[in-house]
């Protein structure tokens, strides 16, 4: 069973930075794609950023210039950067992997923005 692991979630004032990160094991296929997306309360979920597995970027209009999307396809773990934090970043941040067997999905890490 393929695990997606989320760490580097908190509470953080405005003008602040975090960095989240997600790792995949068990996954007996390469890792495409990774991505971002995040779901604030009442809202859809959305993509923030993604990667391909040879580091072609996509970011969604409102974290360009602020967030920046890597990954370490040794070590199977995406990261996301996330610097000039605004309250409505406040969100729970998903991460996601897919290989060409399916799609999978990590349980969320809370990001908190102050104001």
């Known amino acids: 069973q393929v695990q997606l692991v989320e760490s580097g979630g908190g509470l953080v004032q405005a003008g602040g930075s975090l960095r989240l990160s997600c790792e995949v094991s068990?996954?007996?296929?390469?890792?495409?794609?990774m991505a971002w997306y995040r779901q604030a309360p009442g809202k859809q979920r959305e993509l923030v950023a993604a990667?391909?597995?040879?580091?072609?970027?996509n970011y969604a209009d409102s974290v360009k210039g602020r967030f920046t999307i890597s990954r370490d396809n040794a070590k199977n773990t995406m990261y996301l950067q996330m610097n000039s934090l605004k309250p409505e970043d406040t969100a729970v941040y998903y991460c996601?992997?897919?290989?060409?067997?399916?799609?999978?999905w990590g349980q969320g890490t809370q990001v908190t923005v102050s104001s």
């Open positions: 996601n992997a897919a290989t060409i067997e399916s799609n999978y």
């Open positions: 068990r996954s007996r296929f390469s890792i495409n794609t």
């Open positions: 990667i391909t597995r040879y580091r072609t970027t």
